[in-house]
């Protein structure tokens, strides 16, 4: 798979979790994977794209900067969302709250492998209620 | 410029900032750049990475993992380090910590343009002692 591809494989894996399509991940998330270095199942990586929809409903993958080299995608992306639970053990308020997320992806066959991702928890911090 | 070459200038700025070469910087950023969307200058930037040796004097950047596309470098920097000074707000204890960075760069003309960074706060805060 050259870059292109592996590029347009991965918008269309936004797409799917922007879609709420997580049955269809089987073809973009290998059977068993790393999340910054714990070994989780894509089954386990479905719930927890599943519970992230109901902390946050109107969740949205954005991309902002998007690296492609090799079997590697690197992504800075951009939410704008309202959180209705507890997002990262902060309470929502009912604002809208924007931060961003840096991830590094290794791909392997056309599927994720490995996800090493960095959220920015201050600016969460900062846009929500302190924990009760 | 292509993608090698940037790897290259990349992987060389890396050992400015590693052997302490900061006036050396020129060739490397901008006068101008933004800095997480907030606009700084060179001077300003050289002098936050010599503040940050002031902080942690064994401060050295290891690459983790590099993907370079265009005039886009994304890169998962690891570090080893002691700080000696108060770090992101947490007291030293005189341990050594570890923490990961994912940092975008923006090249022109084979100099940095923008940096958007994110730091693994969480690690670093459970390494180091609470604010006094």
Redesign the interface.
Known sequence: MD?ADLEATYRAYLEVLNDRRFDELTAYVHDDITYNDEPITRSQYQRNRADEVDTIPDLAFQI??L????N???C?LWFECTPVRAFLGFEPTGATISF?????Y?FDGGRIKQV???????AVASQLAQPR
Not at 100 to 104: I, L
Not at 116 to 122: F, G, I, N, V
């Open positions: 870059e902002g900067t690296v492609v080299q090799g590697h995608v690197a800075r961003a997320e840096h991830v590094f290794e090493r991702s960095l959220l920015d928890r201050a």
